[in-house]
């Protein structure tokens, strides 16, 4: 869930002082469910009007 690959980064950062080193791979994961979500937006809106 994305809310899930958000939320760990900004927990190891304000409990365990974390750095970018450690929380990139939680980033990377939000930002390829983000790019997920926008394809199959895009998919859904493409069969119900012209984009």
Known sequence: MPMYY???PLKLIMQ???GLAEVWP????LVGCIIVLYMVNTL???KYRKL
């Open 6 to 8: 958000g939320a760990t």
């Open 16 to 18: 365990q002082g974390a």
């Open 26 to 29: 939680w980033l990377a994961a």
């Open 44 to 46: 859904s809106l493409k």
